[in-house]
């Protein structure tokens, strides 16, 4: 049995994307699942220009809650939310990010 989770961001990126979530709910919801073994959890997040922002973050949250299944939808409607959207600047920036990530991750994922 497979539960999928949507979760853009961990604690108040997720409060603020997901408002009026609370991650800390969340994340006891979670909790609970994983503590069965014949659930696999799957993260699925919506990756906007705003959860990109953080989103290190969220996939380190995962591995360390031994999740490994995650998928991502590209969000592109509304436009103003679209990836693309994002300066030059912080691509660079969060490519650095997402590479030292990877570096460091040491296992599949």
Not at 6 to 28: C, H, K, V
Not at 57 to 72: A, E, F, S
Request: hydrophobic residues 40%; charged residues 20%.
């Amino acid at each position: 049995m497979q539960i999928k989770g949507s979760i853009d961001g961990i604690g108040l990126t997720n409060d603020y994307l997901r408002y009026p979530s609370q991650f800390s709910a969340i994340e006891l919801a979670v909790d609970n699942i994983l503590k069965y073994s014949e659930i696999e959890f799957c993260l699925t997040t919506a990756l906007s220009n705003l959860s990109l922002l953080h989103f290190d973050k969220l996939v380190l949250w995962g591995i360390n809650k031994g999740i490994r299944n995650h998928y991502i939808s590209i969000v592109d409607d509304p436009d103003e939310l679209a990836v693309h959207r994002l300066p030059v600047s912080i691509k660079k920036s969060l490519l650095n990010t997402f590479v030292n990530l990877k570096n460091t991750i040491d296992c599949q994922y």
